[in-house]
């Protein structure tokens, strides 16, 4: 059974980084792509970041790029989202997620098989 266990979660003021982390298990790691997602409150779940966990190749959502850094230890099953230079903008509940066809369309639509329990940044 495919479990996600997200962490790293905090309260950052604005200008500040996180760094958050995905445990991955039960599962081949390599054949599921995985992704970062966020919702605020009152709107619907963004797309924020994937990475092909096969060849390490990552997308980075418009809204995010040159702040967010997603990467990956496969020796640890784990996938990371770096955050710089937070803004309020940035706050809500953080997950991850795997997917076996991981397309760009499944991404932008949050459509992903299997999912965390999710994590909470604040930014003020």
């Known amino acids: 059974q495919v479990q996600l266990v997200e962490s790293g979660g905090g309260s950052v003021q604005a200008g500040g980084p996180l760094r958050l982390s995905c445990v991955a298990s039960g599962y081949t790691y390599r054949r599921h792509c995985m992704g970062w997602f966020r919702q605020a409150p009152g709107k619907e779940r963004e797309a924020v970041a994937r990475?092909?966990?096969?060849?390490?190749?990552?997308y980075i959502a418009d809204s995010v790029k040159g702040r967010f850094t997603i990467s990956q230890d496969e020796v640890k099953n784990t996938m990371y989202l770096q955050m710089n230079d937070l803004s309020p903008d940035d706050t809500g509940m953080y997950y991850c997620a795997a997917d076996r066809l991981c397309g760009y369309i499944r991404w932008i639509r949050a459509d992903f098989d299997h999912w965390g329990q999710g994590t909470q940044v604040t930014v003020s």
């Open positions: 990475i092909y966990t096969a060849g390490g190749q990552t």
